[in-house]
T-cell receptor
Framework: AQKITQTQPGMFVQEKEAVTLDCTYD???????LFWYKQPSSGEMIFLIY??????QNATEGRYSLNFQKARKSANLVISASQLGDSAMYFCAMSGRDTGRRALTFGSGTRLQVQP | GAGVSQSPRYKVAKRGQDVALRCDPISGHVSLFWYQQALGQGPEFLTY????????KSGLPSDRFFAERPEGSVSTLKIQRTQQEDSAVYLCASSAGIAGLAGEGNEQFFGPGTRLTVL
């Protein structure tokens, strides 16, 4: 079984500052993928970043980076230089390659509010 | 548009009615997923199609839920005899490859969802 835990229901950040959204996971798979999605009020899930369990380097996509600590089973999302448009729900998710589970298991999300 | 589309965007049903939710995936995408998202929660997996084959339906909550993708493109999620606990947003996602794993050119692209309210 897979489980994603996001312990921050809500976060505030000042515009232009960096923010870290926490994510821990649990899985019996040796090979798995970790994802972050953004969900604005419009409802659509927007893919942000991916990290494979065997990737040695932390993933980066523009202002997004994933702080992957395998031994701690954490995959925190770091957003640099926050913008007002970053205000949204953020979901951490995973899939397991070993079991062939193609679907994503999501956490409960963190609501980020960027303040001017 | 080139994205995943879903219809209707909003659906209100009386308890006991049947509903049908439609998903148009990105053209050519092999994999299609349905998720259910309750208010304030993350999405939960319902079912997965690879082309027209339903390979995983382990997330369907009851036999009132049925999904199909007869020609390997458009998919329909049907809920029979709706109950209040079925009220949620139903999200559809598609991906180009078979595994549906991002980072291998197989990111899941989500539609805007259908918000179902059962009265």
């Amino acid at each position: 079984a897979q489980k994603i835990t996001q312990t921050q229901p809500g976060m505030f950040v000042q515009e232009k500052e960096a923010v870290t959204l926490d994510c821990t996971y649990d899985t019996s798979d040796q090979s798995y993928g970790l994802f972050w999605y953004k969900q604005p009020s419009s409802g659509e899930m927007i893919f942000l970043i991916y990290q494979g369990s065997y990737d040695e380097q932390n993933a980066t996509e523009g202002r997004y980076s994933l702080n992957f600590q395998k031994a701690r089973k954490s995959a925190n999302l770091v957003i640099s230089a926050s913008q007002l448009g970053d205000s949204a729900m953020y979901f951490c998710a995973m899939s397991g390659r070993d079991t062939g589970r193609r679907a994503l298991t999501f956490g409960s999300g963190t609501r980020l509010q960027v303040q001017p | 548009g080139a994205g995943v589309s879903q219809s209707p965007r909003y659906k209100v049903a009386k308890r006991g009615q049947d509903v049908a939710l439609r998903c148009d995936p990105i053209s050519g995408h092999v994999s299609l997923f349905w998720y259910q998202q309750a208010l304030g929660q993350g999405p939960e997996f319902l079912t997965y199609f690879q082309n027209e084959a339903q390979l995983d339906k382990s997330g369907l909550p009851s036999d009132r839920f049925f999904a199909e993708r007869p020609e390997g493109s458009v998919s329909t999620l049907k809920i029979q005899r709706t109950q209040q606990e079925d009220s949620a947003v139903y999200l559809c996602a598609s991906s180009a490859g078979i595994a549906g794993l991002a980072g291998e050119g197989n990111e899941q692209f989500f539609g805007p969802g259908t918000r179902l309210t059962v009265l």
